[in-house]
């Protein structure tokens, strides 16, 4: 956004190119070694749909998306007007643990929305979607991947920035975080 006081929203993505795996994230992955990141499934649509009100009302109590109908999830995640992939995170028994939303760029992915299990805080699913992202993007040469906006002083954005390889997008140039 370009607000006319305020510069707090910094448009951030992970320059898959760059990227390496950190002590952290080979930890996540190694806790997570029973989980595989898939392309989405119909067969999943209805375990989605629970899991996204079940994450929306532990993580977002005061927002509404809890309260979304199955329309109006299908429209929020299905029917975008961009061209768009969806992945699962899945165990070996089809058990759904996240998904995530990608539209589709001409330089990238960007990730609109994702959401996970958040009854199972310690296997940091988030971060374990970020992750198996990156590396199934870097497979494909798919040069970066965009998180959104971050904001320096906001504990739910934080994650953005936790990441190797972030850069931030400040006066007009796409910078590495220091």
Known sequence: PICESCNLCISSRININKFT???SNKRNLKLNQDLRLIKASNSLKDKRYKLFTEYCIKRHKESKMGEMTVEEFSS?????????????LIDNSNNLFGSILLDILDNGYSAVYSFFDARLSERG???NLIIQTVLKLKKKNVPYLYLGYWVKDSNKMKYKIL???VELFRNGVWTEKS
């Open 125 to 127: 699913l988030g971060k």
């Open 21 to 23: 795996l950190s002590k």
């Open 76 to 88: 929020f995640f299905y029917n975008q007007r961009n061209k768009t992939e969806i992945l699962d």
């Open 163 to 165: 990441f190797n390889n």
